[in-house]
């Protein structure tokens, strides 16, 4: 989706509040001995309060409002009974639709107290994050995200999953300009133009590579083994700074 008036980005802002919202407030009832289908029940009813609609049910037929992907699961979890337990890294992914608009936004919690490193790790995930939104601009290379977040995770001791990218978004869940890396590529020329919508998603690790689907046909799991975190705004690319639409408020 490229925004072209107020109203496009009006609308936008609307669903990216009401994710930012949902996943606010289910961060903020999750608690130990909470199983993971009660808290997309929180995030259900909230998304139906707001007339939004859940991006994954009605584009992918998923089984959840939104996907809850606990320690080794790392993407795409489906909500359930596995019991939310102190120390545990949970990755909430909330994506909706409301007249016509979409917006995706995701961030991975801590459960009370975790390892030094997992802290160090989801504060660096956020960090990544925001230096790949710093690079969206019109007329910027696409490339560039990418680049940057590589260099931070490289410089930080990190590895970079490197087949979950960011994506076009706006009038769909998944749309152009397709998959868009958050790691180094040489071979992408493709560049941003003004009002684009995209999502900035760096999936940053201690060791993983690559994500595998596991025997359910939608978790992903780290290959190698190792903790990963998701960070995730939905973004509108001006000529000066880039927009953030899911922001709650």
Known sequence: MTVTNQDELDGLKEIGRIVANAMRLMAKAM????????????????????????????????????????????AHGIPGDRMIAQGDLVNIDVSASKNGYFADTGATFRVGPVEPSLERLCKDGERAMQIGIAQVGSDRPLAAIGAAIGRFASQRGYTLIRNLASHGVGRSL????????????????RRINKGLVLTVEPFLSTGGLWAAEGDDGWTLYSEPS??????????????????IVTLPG
Do not use: K
């Open 174 to 189: 998944h749309e152009y300009p397709g998959e868009i890396a958050t790691w180094p590529t040489l071979s992408d020329r």
């Open 226 to 243: 190792a903790p990963v975190v998701q960070y995730e705004h939905t973004i509108v690319a001006t000529d000066r700074d880039p927009i």
């Open 31 to 74: 608690e130990p001995g909470m199983t993971t289908r009660e808290l997309d029940d929180i995030g259900r009813a909230f998304l139906d309060r707001q007339g939004a609609v859940s991006a994954p049910q009605s584009c992918y037929d998923f089984p959840g409002a939104t996907c809850i992907s606990v320690n080794e699961e790392i």
